[in-house]
T-cell receptor, first 109, second 110 residues
């Protein structure tokens, strides 16, 4: 079965602390993985894709096929990072996205 | 530079009513989606369309239908609204690199 698991519903960290939002996936083929973010009162938007290997707003995510994980990391959290984060899987050959249940990140002053 | 537009931000409907949620995209994408967003459940795919008049059921299609008569427009229909369909509904369209989402429609069924 194709599935994305985000084990934490809520993650609270202090400003300046490192952040890691966990994502594990279940898929037998070669997946494309994404992180989407939803800031308060804004629409859901793409944060980063594993295939582009970019750092966006200081966030990075590495695909670990052995552990079937795609954790999102940032070394120093900022208050403006507070948002809802969704990990998503797109099986090869399709345009459908399978989303996890989301993690709400709260960065405390 | 709004790319995906949902016709309503908020809707309140009565149980048993037929409800139409409209979504328009201006990016000429072939692929469009309807998701339901509920706390603790994330985004769940209701229906997916990969071309005009083409559709595919997602994970939770029961109680819903869709219409795609034109490439830019994808409509979600609740045939007979029920209280358990109270939710946030998100429309999206996708290129081969990214999905673009609408602002969402919060539907309350009373």
């Amino acid at each position: 079965a194709q599935r994305v698991t985000q084990p934490e519903k809520l993650l609270s960290v202090f400003k300046g602390a490192p952040v890691e939002l966990k994502c594990n996936y279940s898929y037998s083929g070669s997946p494309e993985l994404f992180w989407y973010v939803q800031y308060s009162r804004q629409r859901l938007q793409l944060l980063l894709r594993h295939i582009s290997r970019e750092s966006i707003k200081g966030f990075t995510a590495d695909l670990n096929k052995g552990e079937t994980s795609f954790h999102l990391k940032k070394p120093f959290a900022q208050e403006e990072d507070s948002a809802m984060y969704y990990c998503a899987l797109r099986p090869s050959g399709t345009y459908k996205y399978i989303f996890g249940t989301g993690t709400r990140l709260k960065v405390l002053a | 530079d709004v790319k995906v537009t949902q016709s309503s931000r908020y809707l309140v409907k009565r149980t048993g009513e037929k409800v139409f949620l409209e979504c328009v995209q201006d990016m000429d994408h072939e692929n469009m989606f309807w998701y339901r967003q509920d706390p603790g459940l994330g985004l769940r795919l209701i229906y997916f369309s990969y071309d005009v008049k083409m559709k595919e059921k997602g994970d939770i299609p029961e109680g819903y239908s869709v219409s795609r008569e034109k490439k830019e427009r994808f409509s979600l229909i609740l045939e007979s609204a029920s209280t358990n369909q109270t939710s946030m509904y998100l429309c999206a369209s996708a290129s081969n690199t990214e999905a673009f989402f609408g602002q969402g429609t919060r539907l309350t069924v009373v």
